[in-house]
Structures are given as structure tokens and as C-alpha cells.
């Protein structure tokens, strides 16, 4: 179980490069006053697991993709709410069946 002081700053995991999610995220911890500090850089959803289960820190991930030898924060520690996350689903004018289809799949999995 992770513990949180508040004197200390809070380790993130957090992606290489640029990720609006991700600014989101540190600018909810800076308007609740949250200090932090860069416990791991990652690349990969895979590295942010691993990172995750090394405990080199804590991470901001969607709850579908939190394994079940995780925990999520959420509500919890004070820490302010994650941001919401905006996705989209592009596909080219005239796209082939199979990636028509494909897109119809994604939408309606974003709709739900």
C-alpha cells in the first residue's frame, strides 16, 4: 500500500514528451498545492506499469488499464481528481470497409 506525506514531495511517473493529459494533471497538483517531483520518465504504457509495480512512484492512467495488482488513488490522499481525457476516433475520406468498421467500434466503445 502506497503512503503519501505531505512533506515530502510526490514522486509521478510520468511519459516522455508532450501530453496534454499529462499537463493537466500537474496543473490540478499545483492548484491544490501539491509538490512533486519526476519519479520515473516512461515511453511505454509498459514501462509505466513496470514503474508503477517497482514503486518508483505514481502514475495517471484510465481505470481500464489499471492491472489488478495496482491501486487507484482516486478520492483518496487529497490528491485533486484526475482530468478528464478527450479522445477522438479520425479516419481518412474514404476509408476501406474493415477500417470503416473499425472506427464504428472504437465510437460506440467511446460512447459507452
Known amino acids: 500500500m502506497i503512503e503519501i506525506d505531505d512533506e515530502v514531495e510526490l514522486p509521478l511517473i510520468i511519459f516522455e514528451g508532450a501530453c496534454?493529459?499529462?499537463?493537466?494533471?500537474?496543473?490540478?497538483?499545483?492548484?491544490?498545492g501539491i509538490g512533486w517531483k519526476i519519479g520515473c520518465r516512461v515511453s511505454t504504457f509498459a514501462t509505466l506499469i513496470s514503474a508503477?509495480?517497482?514503486?518508483?512512484?505514481?502514475?495517471?492512467?484510465?481505470?481500464?488499464?489499471?492491472p489488478p495488482?495496482?491501486?487507484?488513488?482516486?478520492?483518496?490522499?487529497?490528491?485533486?481528481?484526475?482530468?478528464?481525457?478527450?479522445f477522438g476516433v479520425y479516419l481518412a475520406r474514404d476509408p476501406s470497409r474493415l477500417v470503416e468498421e473499425c472506427g464504428d467500434f472504437l465510437r460506440a466503445g467511446f460512447e459507452a
Open 52 to 66: 508503477l509495480r517497482a514503486g518508483l512512484g505514481i502514475g495517471l492512467l484510465l481505470q481500464e488499464g489499471l
Open 69 to 86: 495488482d495496482c491501486q487507484s488513488l482516486n478520492g483518496r490522499f487529497n490528491l485533486p481528481p484526475a482530468p478528464m481525457a478527450d
Open 20 to 32: 496534454s493529459w499529462q499537463d493537466r494533471m500537474l496543473a490540478s497538483l499545483a492548484e491544490a
